[in-house]
Antibody, heavy 120, light 111 residues
Framework: QVQLVESGGGVVQPGRSLRLSCAAS????????MDWVRQAPGKGLEWVAD????????YYADSVKGRFTISRDNSKNMLYLQMNSLRAEDTAMFYC?????????????WGQGTLVTVSS | QSVLTQPPSVSGAPGQRVTISCTGS?????????VHWYQQFPGTAPKLLIY???FRPSGVPDRFSGSKSGPSASLAITGLQAEDEADYYC???????????FGGGTKVTVV
């Protein structure tokens, strides 16, 4: 079955960096686009970034553009989110999610999330 | 403020029908992009509930239905059950943002 497992979260000081990982299994990873979605404590869902199945195109929310970088390694079935210049408002649970091909960002499978806390 | 607007909360008695609205604009729902709905219980990841405006993934009870008209969409829950207490989010694509957008979420309470 489809499985997405995020890791790499933790407590980090403002201005520092963190890299999140998402290990995918149970499906043909290189056939699917992937997204990162975050959720601040007690708040709603916020789309963060999207990467095409082959990594050829990447898109970002304005709130993270220029600071975050989404990438993937199809040989390892891994998705990444490099987060630089972190701010307190980046504190959130970060989910990786699979995009169903041929749809407009339909996220049909989600990981359990990894918590990022930005605090001094 | 979210790009897509949802009511913060709705409530209903067991067995009743409740609806959740999701209002967008000409760059997202109104432009013809599909709307998807997700259900989220406290402390867990969201789960796809409705896709392509009105389709249910396998395993989702037919008590849940979705519709779309113009720049808005709706999620209906008929025969409300206690287990339906959760947060519900709509999602679409926005051409001006070149990315996905979510509604602010609606908490459904069974009273």
């Amino acid at each position: 079955q489809v499985q997405l497992v995020e890791s790499g979260g933790g407590v980090v000081q403002p201005g520092r960096s963190l890299r999140l990982s998402c290990a995918a299994s149970g499906f043909t990873f290189n056939a699917y686009g992937m997204d990162w979605v975050r959720q601040a404590p007690g708040k709603g869902l916020e789309w963060v970034a999207d990467i095409w199945y082959d990594g050829s195109n990447k898109y970002y929310a304005d709130s993270v553009k220029g600071r975050f970088t989404i990438s993937r390694d199809n040989s390892k079935n891994m998705l990444y989110l490099q987060m630089n210049s972190l701010r307190a408002e980046d504190t959130a649970m970060f989910y990786c999610a699979r995009v169903r091909p041929g749809t407009t960002h339909m996220l049909d499978s989600w990981g359990q999330g990894t918590l990022v806390t930005v605090s001094s | 403020q979210s790009v897509l607007t949802q009511p913060p909360s709705v409530s209903g008695a067991p067995g009743q029908r409740v609806t959740i609205s999701c209002t967008g604009s000409s760059s997202n729902i109104g432009a013809g992009f599909d709307v998807h709905w997700y259900q989220q219980f406290p402390g867990t990841a969201p789960k796809l509930l409705i896709y392509g405006n009105s389709f249910r993934p396998s395993g989702v009870p037919d008590r849940f239905s979705g519709s779309k008209s113009g720049p808005s969409a709706s999620l209906a829950i008929t025969g409300l059950q206690a287990e339906d207490e959760a947060d519900y989010y709509c999602q679409s694509y926005d051409s001006s943002l070149s990315g996905s957008v979510f509604g602010g979420g609606t908490k459904v309470t069974v009273v």
